[in-house]
């Protein structure tokens, strides 16, 4: 990933038929967007900074029993370890800054900062439902309003805030991922009910974009009538609210609810779960939101896509954060890969409750972490392996970027690492 990184820098069971008669219905329930209807929307699920009280009381929730320490990906990655380093020392930390016991000093802002992927493997653990990954963010939110943000943060959001995207890269080269494949895009005056939302990632990335292509791909050839926002699209804004930049976040969102608006979007299908994660969790309501694998799986049940036999494979699927517990997708993906013929599915993060994390969201794409620091997403590629995979599975373009990435700067035979969409558009029968 870190490579990745650099490079960047430098440059459901529902068949589409129903999904359109059921937003038909859908359609009056609708709602008008205001900003202050989304602000009040975000102040009623984080605690923001003047909500002070808010915060006391969620991290007083804590019981200091310490199961959640073993779940954190980065607890021991690099020192110091110890107590600080762990989900629980972080809540500790926030107890005793909102106590007016702590003042908030480098060290703090760095565990903040670049101690957390906001993976929920934490929360996962705790048995009384502290919120950690919202308490990080809110921290966050403090730093960032105190001007304490580390440099690589600050540059991504501001080209979030010029170009739309974090990697200052030019919005009309947005679409260039989609040359040659025909689809109809919004902008040049295509109508379609379901817009494929693609994210920054896989709109630039080179990796990623070859995803998306066979994602596109897969869905021209079970004749879903879709559209592009091409070079109209802007970032979701998920990862400026991980940074603890709600406005930003709130900005970016009214430009896509606009666009979506504008074009008569009732259904809005993502690439990136954490897109959707943005879209069904932090936009108001809007239509039908669906993350691809999730939006596929009736659609090989119901024949449309079908596949031809292919070669033996282990194949391990890895859960996205922010599609597995940040929203509770775990099914979809592992009933498409049981659809290819020779792949027997290994589960490879059973025991962490599902799911390990491979340290690429919740900022951390700009966030990078000390040189010599253990890397969680070798070590998931080293699960893999030591389960005999040959091949490791993921719905999500950070998650490819970063696992991508981490084989090639890993030791030792691992595993290849494949988007699950690359995966059905080869295996796909023609
Ligand atoms: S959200 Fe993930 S990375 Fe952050 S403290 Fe919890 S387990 Fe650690
Ligand atoms: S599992 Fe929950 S209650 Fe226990 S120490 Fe961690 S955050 Fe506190």
Redesign the pocket.
């Known amino acids: 990933m870190r490579a990745k990184k650099a490079a960047l820098r430098g440059g459901t069971g529902r068949s589409s038929q129903k999904q359109g008669e059921k937003v038909g219905k859908k359609n009056s329930m609708r709602r008008k967007v205001t900003r202050t209807g989304m602000l009040e929307k975000l102040k009623k699920s984080v605690p923001v900074s003047e909500n002070r009280e808010g915060e006391r009381a969620r991290t007083r ?9 073993a779940a954190c990906p980065l607890s021991g990655a690099w020192p110091p370890a110890g107590e600080v380093a762990t ?2 020392g972080k ?1 500790a930390m926030l107890q005793g800054f909102l106590a007016g016991e702590l003042v908030p000093d480098t060290f703090f802002a760095a565990e903040f900062w670049q101690r957390c992927t906001l993976c929920r493997a ?1 929360e996962t ?4 439902g ?1 919120p ?1 990954a919202e308490l990080v963010v809110g921290a966050r939110r403090w730093l960032l309003e105190q001007g304490k943000v580390p440099a690589t943060a600050a540059g991504a959001l501001r080209s979030l805030r010029l170009y739309g995207n974090p990697w200052r890269r030019p919005p009309a080269e947005r679409h260039a991922w989609a040359a040659l494949l025909g689809l109809k895009d919004y902008a040049r005056g295509a109508r379609a009910e379901t817009l494929l939302y693609l994210g920054c990632l896989a709109a630039y990335d080179p990796r990623a974009q070859r995803a998306a292509r066979a994602l596109a791909q897969l869905l021209l050839a079970a004749g879903v009538d879709f559209a592009v926002l091409g070079a109209a699209e802007v970032c979701c804004g998920r990862e400026a609210y991980s940074l603890g930049e709600e406005g930003l976040f709130v900005w970016l969102a009214e430009k896509n609810l606009e666009l979506w608006r504008r074009h008569g979007v009732r259904r809005v299908v993502t690439f990136s779960p954490h897109c959707y994660d943005a879209f069904k969790n932090l936009y108001p309501p809007w239509g039908e939101v669906w993350h691809y694998s999730d939006f596929l799986a009736p659609l090989v049940e119901n024949g449309r896509l079908r596949f031809a036999p292919g070669p033996s494979r282990r194949v391990a699927y890895h859960d996205p954060c922010h599609l597995g517990r940040h929203n509770g997708v775990y099914e979809a993906p592992r009933a498409l890969l049981r659809q290819l013929p020779g792949v027997t599915l290994v589960e490879v993060g059973a025991e962490y409750g599902p799911g390990v994390c491979c340290e690429a969201g919740g900022g951390r794409m700009w966030l990078p972490a000390p040189a010599g620091s253990r890397s969680p997403a070798h070590d998931l590629l080293r699960r893999a392996a030591a389960l005999g995979a040959e091949v490791v599975a993921v719905a999500c373009p950070f998650c490819l970027v970063s696992l991508d990435g981490a084989v090639q700067t890993g030791q030792g035979d691992l595993p290849a690492v494949t988007e699950l969409a690359e995966l059905l558009w080869g295996a796909l029968a023609r």
């Open positions: 929730q804590c019981v200091r029993c310490g199961l959640c320490l989900p629980r809540v934490c653990a705790c048995p009384v502290v950690v």
